[in-house]
């Protein structure tokens, strides 16, 4: 035993000094070696050749894999009046009076078994199928057996990240979140001035920096001239809990959330003593004037730093962007818009909330190969006279899902786990009620 | 996989491809398992506003839809079962006989019919009739249940009158038989009406 500790002990050091020299203190203070970029270029080629292996073996793989074409069966476009007044048009003669025909019921079961077949927001809540592996079985749902070469190649990735990438991230991790709570203590120690809110930046920007590089995530940030000022609300599309880290990477945010219990509540006490954010205990949230208040005073304060808000209210796919929640929108003052797309080829993103923990989730980050994303900054836009909420909310949506390619959904992500409102089930027996008693010529 | 799917392409006409794209759906549904309960069908959104809803969904796990020659109805289904629902959808035929096509469509008012009779007695009685009456007219408030069950009876009498003929006033209409059925619908192209059109995917891949 004792042999084993004399040899590991000195490796452990050399590793661990490495680490600092080599990650830690570059991320720290925002530069960078080039380490990743090199590693980014290998990973981009030895995936291309994969790639390639797989669509020599076999090229009726592919169309399974086709994500470009979004829909699989035609839809009739026609209405309900029409399609019901068709039906009806082939009635027997004998027939006319009567308001109601058995023929009516196929329009709906036909209506039905299209929806069964493909369904526009169901989609939304899985994860997207790439067109081209990226040598992790996660990410293909018909993995088989192509080649040996390409199985080898599989299992050499599987050793580097697991033994290789993990205990990495895992460590970076650690020292990055435990650096966050000393230094943003550390600092709420210090009387209210501008040096502290200078520190309090500073500390905040080491930190989410050493944690990004734990996920080995590349950014690229567009339009930094747009970039949230004080005062203000950046208001971003959800995918995963890791947005909060690729956007305050870049700048400083006010952090809107839940009291929670555990190390979450360690980081957020933490987090509060440097500079003020935004936590609600779970009873407070229920009061929406309560909430909006707070916020209100919030983003009044000019010397505050901007409220970070995800109005989805929960994570999506990353192809498209759903209903916005029209409170965050009920504030006022300047809203920036901000635009998150993943590049899905290096590691998906999103977290299914339903399927995986959030520790089972951060495992799968971790083991990833890398996270690669880009963050559009939009200029900021205003609340118009006589415009309401949600109309503001959907404008703003607009853009958001305009500049990141995503496409732009009405429905409401809380449908990932709710059902529909009974209200738009009677939307329709409304319609078909109107046209049925409509006619009524008889009685 | 592939020895399945030949299988299940003899007993419906289905194509390769939408076989393949249809086992996808039915792995997205039932959550990568192996088969699909009722509750799996909750979470298709545009099926929650269809006032039929809760028939279509039945319609999957009634036996009777199984080309089986069986009563009853499952829990749960697998994806043969699935398929073979799906196939009174499928695509009229071009080339077949006027026989073939007589039995595709009887198959297909059968579905429909099916969906109706809810305890499976041969007839649709008046009670089941209203029932779908009921479910495609709104409940809140624009009808009420007296107009509803009228416009139910209306239909009925109509449908009597073209099956049985003019009735006295006290007989009594036990219900729509299938043969009857058939009738009401007979100037309706069930072809058309009842189908799916899958898009055409790539098929100069499919090719070789």
């Known amino acids: 035993m004792e042999g084993f500790w004399t040899v590991a002990l000195p490796v452990l050091k050399v590793w661990f000094n490495s680490l600092v020299v080599l990650i830690m203190l570059p991320a720290m203070f925002g530069i960078s070696l080039g380490i990743t970029e090199a590693y980014m ?36 476009d026609s209405s309900l009046e029409q399609e019901i007044e068709d039906l009806r048009r082939n009635r027997p003669k004998s027939a006319e009076r009567g308001d109601f025909t058995l023929s009516d019921v196929l329009y709906f079961t ?45 299992g050499v990735g599987v050793v580097v990240r697991y033994c290789i990438l993990l205990p990495l991230r895992v460590t970076l991790a650690t020292i990055g979140l435990s650096w966050l709570v000393i230094g943003t203590t550390l600092v709420g120690f210090l009387p209210n001035c501008r040096v502290k809110g200078w520190l309090s930046d500073l500390v905040h920007l080491m930190c989410y920096r050493i944690l990004a590089r734990s996920l080995s995530a590349t950014i690229h940030y567009h ?12 208001v971003a599309n959800h995918t995963s809990p890791i947005d909060v880290v690729i956007l305050a990477n870049h700048g400083c945010y006010a952090m809107v959330g839940q009291v929670h219990g555990g190390l979450m509540g360690v980081l957020q006490r933490a987090m509060e003593r440097s500079c003020p954010h935004i936590w609600f205990e779970r009873a407070e949230m229920r009061d929406r004037h309560l909430v909006t208040q707070r916020l209100r005073d919030h983003a009044n304060d000019k010397t505050k730093l901007p409220i970070l808000i995800f109005p989805e209210g929960t994570c999506i796919n990353n192809t498209s962007v759903m209903m916005f929640k029209k409170g965050s929108f009920e504030i006022g003052g300047t809203i920036y ?107 | 996989m592939f020895y399945r799917e030949k299988l299940l392409l003899e007993i419906t006409t289905v194509s390769l491809e939408q076989i393949t794209i249809l086992h996808n759906r039915f792995r997205q549904l039932s959550q990568n398992e192996e088969s699909l309960r009722k509750d799996d069908f909750k979470t298709i959104q545009d099926l929650e506003s269809n006032p039929i809803r809760f028939q279509i969904v039945e319609a999957f796990f009634d ?26 959808f499928r695509a009229p035929a071009l080339h077949i006989t006027e026989e073939k096509r007589e039995e595709i469509r009887r198959a297909k008012l059968r579905f429909l019919f099916n969906m109706h009779d809810t305890d499976n007695d041969g007839t649709i009685t008046l009670e089941e009739y209203r029932h779908v009456v009921e479910e495609l007219l709104s409940r809140s408030g624009a009808l009420g249940r007296e107009t509803a069950k009228g416009i ?14 003019p009735m006295a006033p006290d007989e009594f209409y036990e219900g729509i038989t299938f043969e009857d059925f058939v009738k009401i619908l007979k100037g309706i192209e069930i072809e058309t009406r009842m189908y799916i059109r899958f898009l055409n995917m790539d098929t100069t891949v499919m090719c070789k």
């Open chain 1, 41 to 76: 270029k290998i990973l981009i080629k030895t995936l291309e050749w994969a790639t390639h292996r797989i669509q020599r073996a076999s090229r009726a793989e592919e169309i399974l894999k086709h994500s470009s074409s979004n829909s699989l069966i035609q839809r009739n």
């Open chain 2, 63 to 88: 036996k009777r839809n199984f080309q089986k020659n069986d009563v009853g109805s499952v829990e749960e289904i697998g994806f043969e079962e699935f398929l073979t629902v799906m196939s009174y």
């Open chain 1, 223 to 234: 339009n930094k001239l747009n970039k949230p000022k004080k005062g203000g609300i950046c």
């Open chain 1, 110 to 154: 036909r209506k039905g078994i299209e929806s069964i077949v493909e369904d526009d927001v169901t989609q939304r809540f899985t994860s997207e199928e790439l067109v081209s592996w990226n040598l992790l079985t996660r990410t293909n749902n018909n993995f088989q057996y192509i080649s040996l070469r390409l199985t080898i190649l599989w």
């Open chain 1, 337 to 443: 818009p901000v635009a998150i797309k993943y590049d899905p080829q290096f590691g998906d993103a999103f977290w299914n909330s339903s399927k995986y923990s959030m520790v089972s989730y951060l495992l799968r980050m971790m083991t990833s190969w890398a996270i690669v994303c880009n963050v559009w900054y939009l200029p900021p836009m205003i609340h118009k006279e006589g415009e309401e909420a949600v109309q503001f909310a959907n404008r703003v949506k607009s853009a958001i899902a305009l500049q990141g390619g995503l496409v732009d959904l009405a429905w409401d992500g809380a449908l990932k786990r709710a059902r529909v409102k009974d209200s738009f089930k009677e939307q329709q027996q409304k319609i078909y009620s109107h046209m049925v008693v409509g006619d009524d010529s008889s009685d």
């Open chain 2, 152 to 165: 139910a009876d209306a239909a009925m009498l109509e449908v009597a009158s073209i099956s049985v003929g």
